[in-house]
Nanobody, 126 residues
Framework: EVQLVESGGGLVQAGGSLRLSCAASGFTFADYSIAWFRQAPGKEREGVSCITSSDGSTYYADSVKGRFTISRDNAKNTVYLQMNSLKPEDTAVYYC???????????????????WGQGTQVTVSS
């Protein structure tokens, strides 16, 4: 059974930091690109960051470039999202998703296998 479990969300003041984790099981983790998405109330889900399986290349939405850093530890089947200089507009539920096709996940932001976590809430107060 495929599982993606996010953790690390919480309440933080603007300017603060959080580190999210996405622990994966049930598939060959090293063969999959992993992405973080977020969805704020009343807004569509958006891609935030992605890391490839092949060479660990990273992709970021313009809104988080320079503030967020994605990384992966294949030995632990885990992807991390370090979020610094958080802003109130970063408030959302953050989800991780997995897909074996880099272009589909990290460029189109459109995973198709349905491998999603349950989400973790991030709230940034002003």
């Amino acid at each position: 059974e495929v599982q993606l479990v996010e953790s690390g969300g919480g309440l933080v003041q603007a300017g603060g930091s959080l580190r999210l984790s996405c622990a994966a099981s049930g598939f060959t983790f090293a063969d999959y690109s992993i992405a973080w998405f977020r969805q704020a109330p009343g807004k569509e889900r958006e891609g935030v960051s992605c890391i490839t399986s092949s060479d660990g290349s990273t992709y970021y939405a313009d809104s988080v470039k320079g503030r967020f850093t994605i990384s992966r530890d294949n030995a632990k089947n885990t992807v991390y999202l370090q979020m610094n200089s958080l802003k109130p507009e970063d408030t959302a539920v953050y989800y991780c998703a997995a897909d074996p096709l880099l272009f589909r996940l990290c460029v189109l932001w459109a995973p198709e296998l349905g491998y999603w976590g349950q989400g973790t809430q991030v709230t940034v107060s002003s």
